[in-house]
Protein backbone atom coordinates (compact mmCIF):
# COMPACT_ATOMS: atom_id res chain seq x y z
CA UNK A 1 0.00 0.00 0.00
CA UNK A 2 1.31 3.41 -1.05
CA UNK A 3 -1.24 5.63 -0.36
CA UNK A 4 -4.18 6.54 2.33
CA UNK A 5 -6.74 8.74 2.49
CA UNK A 6 -7.10 8.88 7.05
CA UNK A 7 -10.22 9.54 9.01
CA UNK A 8 -8.39 12.13 10.91
CA UNK A 9 -9.94 13.03 14.55
CA UNK A 10 -7.16 14.03 16.46
CA UNK A 11 -7.82 11.34 18.63
CA UNK A 12 -5.51 8.77 20.30
CA UNK A 13 -6.52 5.74 17.54
CA UNK A 14 -6.39 7.60 14.76
CA UNK A 15 -3.06 9.76 15.83
CA UNK A 16 -1.47 6.52 16.39
CA UNK A 17 -2.68 4.99 13.17
CA UNK A 18 -1.40 8.52 11.39
CA UNK A 19 2.35 7.75 13.00
CA UNK A 20 1.67 4.13 11.89
CA UNK A 21 1.34 4.99 8.32
CA UNK A 22 4.06 6.99 8.47
CA UNK A 23 6.60 4.67 9.89
CA UNK A 24 5.74 2.03 7.01
CA UNK A 25 6.33 4.81 4.12
CA UNK A 26 2.65 5.21 3.23
CA UNK A 27 1.20 8.73 1.81
CA UNK A 28 -1.35 10.26 3.76
CA UNK A 29 -3.67 12.70 3.31
CA UNK A 30 -5.95 13.30 6.48
CA UNK A 31 -10.01 14.13 6.57
CA UNK A 32 -11.71 15.53 9.43
CA UNK A 33 -15.42 16.01 9.50
CA UNK A 34 -17.11 18.82 11.78
CA UNK A 35 -20.67 17.19 11.59
CA UNK A 36 -21.57 19.54 14.10
CA UNK A 37 -20.28 17.30 17.20
CA UNK A 38 -20.25 19.33 20.75
CA UNK A 39 -16.10 18.55 21.25
CA UNK A 40 -15.38 20.41 18.02
CA UNK A 41 -11.92 20.86 19.72
CA UNK A 42 -10.94 17.96 18.27
CA UNK A 43 -10.73 19.48 14.92
CA UNK A 44 -8.41 22.19 16.19
CA UNK A 45 -6.21 19.41 17.33
CA UNK A 46 -6.49 17.46 14.15
CA UNK A 47 -5.12 20.49 12.42
CA UNK A 48 -2.57 21.83 14.52
CA UNK A 49 -0.93 18.02 14.52
CA UNK A 50 -0.90 17.95 10.71
CA UNK A 51 0.34 21.50 10.32
CA UNK A 52 3.48 19.78 12.52
CA UNK A 53 3.96 17.09 10.67
CA UNK A 54 3.32 18.93 7.37
CA UNK A 55 0.85 16.29 6.23
CA UNK A 56 -2.24 17.63 3.73
CA UNK A 57 -5.22 17.56 5.93
CA UNK A 58 -9.04 18.86 4.77
CA UNK A 59 -11.81 19.34 7.17
CA UNK A 60 -15.21 19.57 5.37
CA UNK A 61 -18.05 21.44 7.04
CA UNK A 62 -21.22 18.97 7.40
CA UNK A 63 -22.68 20.93 10.59
CA UNK A 64 -25.67 20.72 9.54
CA UNK A 65 -25.57 17.16 10.53
CA UNK A 66 -25.86 17.59 13.82
CA UNK A 67 -29.76 19.14 13.23
CA UNK A 68 -30.31 16.15 12.20
CA UNK A 69 -28.43 12.73 14.01
CA UNK A 70 -29.71 12.82 16.88
CA UNK A 71 -27.06 11.63 19.66
CA UNK A 72 -25.82 13.43 22.85
CA UNK A 73 -22.54 14.01 21.35
CA UNK A 74 -24.93 16.46 18.59
CA UNK A 75 -27.94 17.67 20.41
CA UNK A 76 -26.91 20.65 22.44
CA UNK A 77 -29.59 19.93 25.62
CA UNK A 78 -28.77 16.31 25.93
CA UNK A 79 -26.50 16.23 28.45
CA UNK A 80 -23.15 13.26 27.28
CA UNK A 81 -23.56 10.62 29.87
CA UNK A 82 -20.62 9.60 32.37
CA UNK A 83 -19.69 6.58 33.46
CA UNK A 84 -17.36 3.38 32.08
CA UNK A 85 -17.20 3.07 28.26
CA UNK A 86 -19.00 0.25 28.12
CA UNK A 87 -21.89 0.77 30.10
CA UNK A 88 -25.39 0.67 28.56
CA UNK A 89 -26.19 4.39 28.78
CA UNK A 90 -22.98 5.27 26.25
CA UNK A 91 -25.04 4.27 23.86
CA UNK A 92 -26.59 7.69 23.83
CA UNK A 93 -23.44 8.97 22.42
CA UNK A 94 -23.70 6.99 18.80
CA UNK A 95 -24.31 9.04 16.12
CA UNK A 96 -26.85 7.33 13.51
CA UNK A 97 -24.26 5.84 10.40
CA UNK A 98 -21.48 8.39 11.21
CA UNK A 99 -18.66 5.86 10.36
CA UNK A 100 -20.59 5.59 7.03
CA UNK A 101 -21.20 9.30 5.85
CA UNK A 102 -17.42 9.61 6.83
CA UNK A 103 -15.65 6.93 5.03
CA UNK A 104 -17.87 7.65 1.93
CA UNK A 105 -16.66 11.06 1.98
CA UNK A 106 -13.28 9.92 2.68
CA UNK A 107 -13.65 7.31 -0.22
CA UNK A 108 -14.94 10.09 -2.80
CA UNK A 109 -11.31 12.05 -1.93
CA UNK A 110 -8.98 8.39 -2.14
CA UNK A 111 -10.74 7.83 -5.83
CA UNK A 112 -10.14 11.18 -7.12
CA UNK A 113 -6.45 11.40 -5.39
CA UNK A 114 -6.22 7.81 -6.79
CA UNK A 115 -5.19 6.60 -3.49
CA UNK A 116 -5.06 2.85 -2.50
CA UNK A 117 -7.73 2.52 0.60
CA UNK A 118 -9.39 4.51 3.15
CA UNK A 119 -8.10 4.08 6.39
CA UNK A 120 -9.73 4.42 9.88
CA UNK A 121 -8.95 3.22 13.46
CA UNK A 122 -11.69 1.78 14.77
CA UNK A 123 -10.54 -0.81 17.13
CA UNK A 124 -11.96 -4.02 18.99
CA UNK A 125 -13.00 -2.28 22.23
CA UNK A 126 -15.58 0.28 19.68
CA UNK A 127 -17.35 -3.05 18.85
CA UNK A 128 -19.89 -3.39 21.59
CA UNK A 129 -21.12 0.36 21.50
CA UNK A 130 -20.60 1.41 17.74
CA UNK A 131 -22.61 -0.50 15.40
CA UNK A 132 -20.36 0.87 12.45
CA UNK A 133 -17.01 -0.31 14.25
CA UNK A 134 -17.83 -3.91 13.82
CA UNK A 135 -16.07 -5.99 11.43
CA UNK A 136 -18.95 -7.16 9.62
CA UNK A 137 -19.86 -3.17 9.22
CA UNK A 138 -16.33 -2.59 7.56
CA UNK A 139 -16.41 -5.82 5.44
CA UNK A 140 -19.58 -4.64 3.48
CA UNK A 141 -18.54 -0.76 3.52
CA UNK A 142 -15.11 -2.11 2.00
CA UNK A 143 -17.16 -4.19 -0.81
CA UNK A 144 -19.15 -1.51 -1.54
CA UNK A 145 -16.30 1.07 -2.26
CA UNK A 146 -14.35 -0.98 -3.80
CA UNK A 147 -17.80 -0.92 -6.42
CA UNK A 148 -17.91 2.67 -6.43
CA UNK A 149 -15.31 3.40 -9.33
CA UNK A 150 -13.00 1.72 -11.43
CA UNK A 151 -10.53 3.17 -9.42
CA UNK A 152 -10.74 0.58 -7.13
CA UNK A 153 -10.06 1.88 -3.14
CA UNK A 154 -10.76 -0.80 0.19
CA UNK A 155 -11.28 -0.02 3.22
CA UNK A 156 -8.19 -0.30 5.88
CA UNK A 157 -8.76 -1.23 9.37
CA UNK A 158 -5.88 -2.71 10.62
CA UNK A 159 -7.17 -2.15 14.41
CA UNK A 160 -9.84 -4.22 14.52
CA UNK A 161 -8.12 -6.99 16.29
CA UNK A 162 -6.68 -4.64 19.31
CA UNK A 163 -7.68 -2.85 21.97
CA UNK A 164 -7.20 0.36 23.13
CA UNK A 165 -4.43 -0.80 25.86
CA UNK A 166 -2.86 -1.97 22.69
CA UNK A 167 -2.77 1.05 20.58
CA UNK A 168 -1.29 2.96 23.53
CA UNK A 169 1.54 0.28 23.74
CA UNK A 170 2.02 0.56 19.55
CA UNK A 171 1.13 4.66 19.88
CA UNK A 172 4.70 4.53 22.72
CA UNK A 173 6.70 2.41 20.15
CA UNK A 174 5.73 4.60 16.91
CA UNK A 175 6.89 8.05 19.40
CA UNK A 176 3.14 9.04 19.69
CA UNK A 177 2.83 12.85 21.04
CA UNK A 178 -0.12 11.56 22.95
CA UNK A 179 -0.48 15.25 25.08
CA UNK A 180 -1.22 16.49 21.87
CA UNK A 181 -4.57 14.24 21.00
CA UNK A 182 -8.11 14.44 22.01
CA UNK A 183 -10.46 12.34 23.64
CA UNK A 184 -13.06 13.91 25.56
CA UNK A 185 -16.76 14.14 24.33
CA UNK A 186 -17.46 17.18 26.34
CA UNK A 187 -15.29 19.40 24.41
CA UNK A 188 -13.58 21.55 27.50
CA UNK A 189 -10.34 23.54 27.55
CA UNK A 190 -9.02 19.98 29.18
CA UNK A 191 -10.48 16.66 29.64
CA UNK A 192 -13.44 15.90 31.61
CA UNK A 193 -11.88 12.75 32.92
CA UNK A 194 -15.66 11.69 33.64
CA UNK A 195 -17.10 10.98 30.14
CA UNK A 196 -16.99 7.05 28.67
CA UNK A 197 -14.00 8.10 26.43
CA UNK A 198 -11.88 9.81 29.26
CA UNK A 199 -12.27 6.87 31.21
CA UNK A 200 -10.98 4.21 28.47
CA UNK A 201 -8.53 7.25 28.05
CA UNK A 202 -7.37 6.81 31.66
CA UNK A 203 -7.91 3.23 31.90
CA UNK A 204 -5.86 2.35 28.58
CA UNK A 205 -2.66 4.30 30.20
CA UNK A 206 -2.80 2.22 33.22
CA UNK A 207 -3.37 -1.15 31.64
CA UNK A 208 -0.67 -0.46 29.36
CA UNK A 209 1.75 0.77 31.88
CA UNK A 210 2.27 3.73 30.08
CA UNK A 211 2.67 7.29 31.76
CA UNK A 212 -0.52 9.61 30.68
CA UNK A 213 0.60 12.90 29.62
CA UNK A 214 -3.40 14.15 29.47
CA UNK A 215 -4.57 16.49 32.51
CA UNK A 216 -8.18 15.77 33.27
CA UNK A 217 -10.50 18.07 35.27
CA UNK A 218 -11.78 14.56 37.66
Sequence with gaps: MKSVVLIYSGGLDSTVLLYDCLAQGIKVRTLSINYGQKHSKELLVAHETTTQLGIEHRCVDLS????????????????????????????????PNRNMILLSIAAGWAISTRSDAVAYGAHGGDHAIYPDCRESFADALDKAIQLA????????????????????????????PFAKTWSCYKGGHI??????????????????????????AG
Excluded: Q
Excluded at 67 to 95: C, D, F, R
Excluded at 149 to 176: A, F, I, Q, S
Design 149 to 176: DWHPVTLWRPYVHLNKTDLVKKGMELGV
Design 64 to 95: CLGKILNSSLTITHEEIPEGHYEAENMKATVV
Design 191 to 216: HCGKCGTCRERKEAFSLAGVYDPTTY
